[in-house]
């Protein structure tokens, strides 16, 4: 599916050695569409964008016309709601998230890349000449981190006990936050 609108962006930045800086932005439609307009109604009533395979079912929450202006094209300066935030990964065993902001910014797309294209950068494992392969294959391997550890932290923070003393054959289970 060839996407028509792109809603959100990612940069990131070394720091310095194992310290990154990551943006994570997304449109600003707030710029354009106005609290309680009909255009917010509207997208209110819709309640969400639903993507499909096929345009004829595709579902966006706002008009097409509004939905090009907020796009954030490759080389257009476009507003957007920015997180900024830094993950240190000093100590391979606890990656942290630090330096955490969010600001209303103006940003310019360098590029544009669909699920299937970013799916070959990262399975090439450095092989594909694009300047940006780097800069994804980070990010993923950052984004695998984060999740391992916070899978790893969850299962420990949320122990679950058994009762088997019920003589219905139903057991009961209790949760238990550390």
Do not use: W
Request: glycine share 2%.
């Amino acid at each position: 599916m060839e996407e028509s609108f792109v809603n959100h962006g990612f940069s990131i930045k070394v720091v310095k050695q194992n310290i990154f800086r990551v943006g994570v932005h997304v449109t600003d439609v707030s710029r354009i569409v106005h609290k309680d307009d009909e255009i917010d109604a509207q997208a209110q009533y819709r309640g969400f964008s639903f993507p499909s395979t096929t345009s004829a079912q595709t579902n966006f929450m706002l008009p097409d016309h509004i939905n090009h202006l907020c796009s954030l094209e490759q080389n257009r300066s476009r507003y957007a709601i920015s997180v900024f935030f830094e993950i240190d990964q000093t100590d391979p065993c606890n990656i942290r998230i630090t330096d955490k902001r969010i600001y209303r910014t103006i940003i310019k797309s360098s590029a544009h890349y669909n699920y299937i294209e970013i799916e070959n950068i990262i399975n090439s494992q450095g092989i594909i000449d694009d300047i940006f392969a780097d800069d994804i294959q980070i990010l993923f391997r950052l984004s695998k981190k984060l999740k391992f550890q916070r899978l790893r932290m969850e299962s420990f923070a949320s122990p679950v006990s058994v009762d088997f003393t019920t003589t219905d054959g139903i057991m009961k289970t209790k949760k238990h936050i550390l």
